[in-house]
């Protein structure tokens, strides 16, 4: 129902309240409209990450409903655009958003590279700006900004526990596969990190293009070098192709799999058995056993159809994190002080568990180790405890 009390000042309510015990004839109220902020959804609904850009915004509308579609009371519209994960249209697909559609604020992206764009463009335009995946380092190291939020991770945060998981293990070789883009370089860079820091060797690190999904070449030579074990990021319909791949090519339980959790997240139906056994480290685990990841779990696929995965969870939390934002000002998205210092100190309830942001507006969270076990992705133990990225460069 509307709040009808919306709008209205402290000092028109008090004066409507004094009216009215005076006996007198109530003075005709003063109606505002309620409060409405437009929200820019910049993600990829086209290419290899279709999936993910599909799963965090309902996500997000979840989360929305849940509020009873509004956020700090007020009413929210939304505007699409479709980035395709493309880096060179991403400047003009940010801007299109921000000046011809006016939008309040500005929730987007998944893919590192076209992030990274977007980020510069809404820090140039002051725009207010929730990243719900893309882990680029950068965004809260160098870029970082007071009007840029994330409640994702850092390419780093997910993939530097790995290094030690893998040596503990018992695997000391390996081989490095991934996309050739900003993500694919910071994610093998954070695993690198770790595991050579504690004695681990690459043998060699393979680097298709972004999207490329045609891996058998690398699959043969990596067959032909027998490491101990390989670890790769890929995801969305590329992860779906390269794990089919791994298994077809013989190597699934041969050669152990490792990875960032992006890699299973949300292609496990598809993959089926040939899923089975790899091991990832992700700041969300589907079998996390709290009652919010419960319901949350139900309720996504209840209104989709679909099963909920990290970039589920990523937009639920933007959209919590919005809501707190916007309740500590009465849904005025212009009151930007005090909106950015409450999504500052917040403390977002998520499927993942609580978390809060770090200086440099990143999330502060567990990495948990998980494997594929019968089709379910079992969390074995805990990566990493309290996660943060270290924000080199940040000076905001
Ligand atoms: C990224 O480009 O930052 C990215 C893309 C897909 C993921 C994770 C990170 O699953």
């Known amino acids: 129902m509307a709040d009808l009390n919306v709008g209205l000042s402290r000092r ?6 004094a ?15 309620p409060r409405r902020i437009k929200v820019g959804l910049m993600l990829p609904y086209s290419g290899t990450y279709a999936a993910l ?10 989360r929305l409903a849940e509020f009873g579609d509004r956020l700090g009371g007020a009413e929210v519209e939304f505007v699409r655009a479709d980035d395709e994960s493309s880096p060179p249209k991403a400047k003009d697909n940010a801007a ?7 939008v309040d604020v500005l929730v987007g992206t998944v893919h590192s590279g076209v992030a990274e764009a977007m980020v510069q463009v809404a820090r140039e335009e002051g725009i207010l700006t929730i990243v719900p995946n893309a882990g680029s380092n950068r965004i809260t190291r160098e870029l970082c900004a007071p009007n840029v939020f994330r409640t994702s991770f850092s390419n780093w945060q997910a993939n530097h526990p790995c290094g030690d998981v893998m040596l503990k293990d018992g695997h000391r070789d390996v081989v490095l596969i991934s996309w050739n883009y900003a993500a694919g370089k910071e994610m093998l860079g954070g695993f690198k990190e770790s595991f050579t820091a504690g004695g681990g060797r690459v043998v060699k690190e393979f680097m298709p293009d972004f ?5 058998q070449a690398y699959l043969t ?3 032909a070098l027998k490491p101990d074990a390989v670890y790769a990021f890929f995801s969305g319909g590329g992860a779906l192709k390269f794990i089919k791949d791994y298994a077809a090519a013989g190597l699934q339980g041969k050669i152990p799999l490792y990875g960032p959790g992006f890699l299973t997240d949300g292609v496990l139906v598809g993959a089926g058995a040939a899923a089975e056994g790899i091991k990832t480290t992700l700041h969300y685990a589907h079998a996390l056993d709290n009652p919010l990841n419960v319901k949350f779990r139900s309720a996504f696929q209840e209104a989709t159809g679909r099963k909920a995965d990290v ?3 990523q937009g639920y939390d933007s959209a919590s994190l919005l809501a707190q934002g916007l309740a500590a000002v009465g849904g005025d998205i212009g009151a930007k002080k005090g909106l950015i210092e409450a999504m500052r100190s917040a403390e977002i309830d998520s499927p993942r568990g609580r ?6 507006h990143n999330p502060i969270q567990d990495v948990y180790l998980r494997q594929v076990r019968n089709g379910e992705e079992v969390v074995i133990g805990i990566a990493g405890k309290a996660v943060e990225d270290p924000a080199t460069g940040c000076k905001a």
Not at 12 to 17: D, E, G, M, N, S
Not at 211 to 215: A, H, L, M, S, V
Not at 355 to 360: A, D, G, H, I, N
């Open 12 to 17: 028109q309510l008090l004066a409507v309240a």
């Open 19 to 33: 009216a009215g015990a005076a006996g007198s004839v109530l003075p005709r109220p003063v109606w505002a409209a």
């Open 53 to 62: 850009g599909h799963n965090i915004t309902d996500g997000f509308r979840l």
């Open 96 to 102: 299109k958003l921000i000046i011809k559609d006016k």
């Open 211 to 215: 999207p490329k999904d045609e891996f």
């Open 221 to 223: 030579e990596i067959a």
């Open 311 to 313: 970039f589920a969870v």
């Open 355 to 360: 978390f809060r942001l770090s200086r440099s």
